[in-house]
């Protein structure tokens, strides 16, 4: 997220990239970059967001978030989440569960090195770090093997600027990350998927080429959550 973003707005769309379908969606918001001016700012507005999300069986009312698909992958969402913690960063909201249904959680002030900000989780898990310059927003946006789909909320001169740098498939301009249409390329870049190859014409006649996807937005969009 740029300096200047609108924060209502931002933490309502990155909390449903992230929480939409308890975060088990290959385009979820799995890290979230935040500029050093709101940061902070950011992490309370996130974290409040997700400990209002009410969280429960479907079947049972109005909720925003239902169980994870099985045990195994509830330990290991929790196990990334403690490990996370131990090793010093910062729980701003969730890290429990009652049974299969976990809390949206937002972790701050992680190291790189951490499987909570390098791995993919599949879980309903926000990860934030902070940048100061361009330059490190995009070193830690292409500083995984992934490169799936991105977001990015605030300027879009600024914006336009940063999505010509990152290696993803997808790169969509305050909008949060998961967004796709048939006709439109989906696959990704680097070990995210089998390269845009999938979606209009591309799925044959550019199948050997990297392709990807913007998507602009003058500002950011609204959602529920």
Known sequence: MLPG????????????????????????????????????????????????????????????????????????????VQDAVQGGARLAAGGTHDGRFYQPTVLADLDVASPAWKDEIFGPVAPVMKFSTVEE????????????????????????TIADQLDSGKVHINEQTVSDEANSPFGGMKSSGNGSRIGGHHANMESFTEIQWLTVRPDIAPYPF
């Open 5 to 80: 973003a609108d924060l209502p707005k931002a933490a309502s769309a990155a909390a449903f990239g992230s929480f939409m379908h308890q975060g088990q969606i290959c385009m979820a918001a799995g890290r979230h970059i935040v500029h050093e001016d709101i940061y902070d700012d950011y992490v309370s507005a996130l974290a409040e967001k997700a400990a209002h999300l009410p969280v429960g069986d479907p079947k049972s009312g109005t909720v925003a978030l239902g169980p994870i698909i099985d045990e195994k992958q509830l330990h290991r969402v929790d196990s990334i």
């Open 137 to 160: 927003a995009v070193a830690l946006a292409n500083g995984n093997e992934y490169g799936l789909s991105i977001g990015i909320l605030g300027d879009v001169g600024m914006a336009m």
